[in-house]
């Protein structure tokens, strides 16, 4: 049995809590392929809003929470839902800044030809 396609993994992009402001702050550098699953987990101790272009508001996390965005559960064919390549992701406090902890990314693809 032949298999085409492989996950693989993009390098963690994390941000500390004290580079975390009322300004969005760019995590990490964009991604490399069309994400077909990406986790994003708040371990700080404030709410953060999440955005996929720098400017609007897209996703908004509770303190010490994370945030799934699976796009391919039970997919059959590499047609599809998928967070573009060269996506990058950017934070900022909701009201509070926070006093602990980090935010990190992480993304998976899947990469071709086994």
Excluded: C
């Excluded at 799934?68 to 060269?86: I, P, Y």
């Amino acid at each position: 049995m032949a298999y085409g396609t492989r996950v693989a993994f993009e390098n963690v992009r994390e941000i500390a809590f004290s580079s975390i402001s009322g300004s969005y702050t760019a995590v990490g550098s964009a991604t490399i392929d069309h994400a077909r699953l990406v986790r994003i987990v708040n371990q700080t101790d404030a709410q953060i809003y999440v955005s996929l272009d720098g400017i609007n508001n897209h996703i908004r996390m509770a303190a010490n929470s994370f945030f799934l965005m699976d796009m391919t559960t039970n997919k059959v064919s590499d047609d599809g839902f998928f967070l573009h390549s060269g996506t990058t992701f950017y934070v900022k406090q909701v009201s509070a800044g926070p006093s602990s902890g980090a935010l990190w990314i992480e993304v998976l693809y899947a990469q071709g030809g086994v």
